[in-house]
């Protein structure tokens, strides 16, 4: 069960940050890919190889958007149409998005932790867009393992989610926190 919520609260993190900023990359990465029902998509595959990798772990739904016959949009199901994988765009036949769903929670607690973090990040970019170094990291401790997530801002500023889960979950329970740094860079 906590490890549900602590999996939750940690894609709700990473949604919200990813829908309201821009994050660069410190290194160039090589063409990217997500994959879906177990078959890999790239932005500018061209739509025909696309339709024929959904074919094989998918079912879709949708069509050509009638304001703009260039542009087609579907959502992803898994083969049975019991949950959605995700979706994909196209214009002028070649992908131009893709999109994973991931986890989903109306847990109110996972709520307020999401609301929690786009506070704290949404006071560090006025326009909704800035520019932040993403930095991840793990540590091991005598009786815990934490992972770290942190947003950093060009002012010295940052915003840093710990995961922690104890070794010994009778003990003690796993926790998420929020923390805010100022330093000199």
């Not at 932790?113 to 506070?119: N, Q, V």
């Amino acid at each position: 069960m906590r490890k549900q919520l602590l999996s939750r609260c940690l894609f709700a993190f990473v949604s919200c940050a990813l829908c309201f900023f821009a994050v660069s990359s410190v290194a160039q990465q090589p063409s990217e890919k997500i994959i879906i029902g177990g078959e890999s998509f790239t932005a500018g595959m061209a739509q025909p190889e696309a339709m024929k990798e959904l074919e094989k772990c998918c079912s879709v739904t949708g069509g050509t958007d009638p304001r703009d016959t260039r542009a087609k949009s579907f959502f992803i199901w898994n083969k049975g149409r019991t949950e959605i994988l995700g979706g994909i765009w196209f214009r002028n036949a070649e992908v131009e998005r893709v999109q994973r769903d991931g986890a989903f929670s109306q847990d109110p607690a996972v709520v307020s932790f999401a609301l929690s973090l786009y506070r704290e990040l949404s006071q560090r970019a006025q326009s909704g867009v800035t520019t932040v170094i993403l930095q991840m990291g793990t540590s091991e401790a005598t009786n815990a393992s934490s992972k770290v997530i942190t947003f950093m801002f060009r002012d010295g500023q940052s915003i840093q989610m710990e995961i922690v889960a104890p070794d010994d979950s009778q003990k003690s329970r796993n926790q998420v926190g929020l923390k805010e740094i100022l330093e000199k860079r």
